[in-house]
């Protein structure tokens, strides 16, 4: 039972990180654009990209704590080996190389954009200067939503039986 407890907090996890970040591309920022005061749009934002950084941060601490122990269990049951089961060791190097990516795109979105941005605004900095460091954070969005959708692919593949053999 155990491991279905982790293996439940992981997929929940993802759905916590990924979903977020659909509704921000699809809905959020497009509504965003609707308010005309810059300040007021501004101060909406920011709590929006605060609170979400929050949910997240622990997801995505969630996903990675749960995955050593997945990954670990996986090793135990025999499929982490190149030999025996090539399609699940090729699937997991993806997923894992997908996870750096991802973790690397979160604190460069987080740490460098979204902070630059803040700091930018706050100063009245010029608006192609704003623009130039909005268009590098969505873009780390845009990479990192697509990874994030790319892990989940292979944890499909890992979750089948084609994996296996």
Same mark, same amino acid.
């Given at each position: 039972? =155990?491991?279905? &407890?982790?293996?439940?907090?992981?997929?929940?996890?993802?759905?916590?990180? &990924?979903?977020?970040?659909?509704?921000?591309?699809?809905?959020?920022?497009?509504?965003?654009?609707?308010?005309?005061? /810059?300040?007021? %749009?501004?101060?909406?934002?920011?709590?929006?990209?605060?609170?979400?950084?929050?949910?997240?941060?622990?997801?995505?601490?969630?996903?990675?704590?749960?995955?050593? &122990?997945?990954?670990?269990?996986?090793?135990?049951?025999?499929?982490? #080996?190149?030999?025996?089961?090539?399609?699940? =060791?090729?699937?997991?190097? !993806?997923?894992?190389?997908?996870?750096?990516?991802?973790? &690397?795109?979160?604190?460069?979105?987080?740490?460098?954009?979204?902070? %630059?941005?803040? %700091?930018?605004?706050?100063?009245?900095?010029?608006?192609?200067? !704003?623009?130039? /460091? %909005?268009?590098?954070?969505?873009?780390? #969005?845009?990479?990192?939503?697509?990874?994030?959708?790319?892990?989940?692919?292979?944890?499909?593949?890992?979750?089948?039986?084609? #994996?296996? =053999?």
């Amino acid at each position: 039972m =155990f491991q279905v &407890i982790v293996l439940w907090l992981h997929i929940l996890s993802a759905v916590t990180f &990924i979903g977020p970040q659909v509704f921000f591309a699809m809905a959020a920022v497009p509504a965003m654009h609707t308010i005309d005061d /810059v300040k007021q %749009r501004a101060t909406a934002t920011r709590l929006m990209t605060t609170r979400f950084a929050v949910l997240a941060s622990a997801s995505l601490a969630v996903l990675l704590t749960t995955g050593v &122990i997945n990954y670990f269990h996986a090793k135990d049951l025999g499929y982490i #080996s190149n030999d025996d089961f090539p399609r699940y =060791f090729m699937a997991m190097q !993806i997923k894992l190389t997908l996870v750096t990516v991802v973790v &690397i795109l979160t604190i460069l979105h987080g740490m460098v954009f979204g902070r %630059r941005l803040q %700091r930018l605004q706050e100063s009245n900095a010029p608006a192609d200067e !704003i623009a130039k /460091v %909005r268009r590098w954070s969505m873009l780390a #969005s845009i990479a990192n939503l697509a990874a994030s959708i790319a892990i989940l692919f292979c944890a499909a593949v890992l979750g089948s039986s084609w #994996s296996k =053999f």
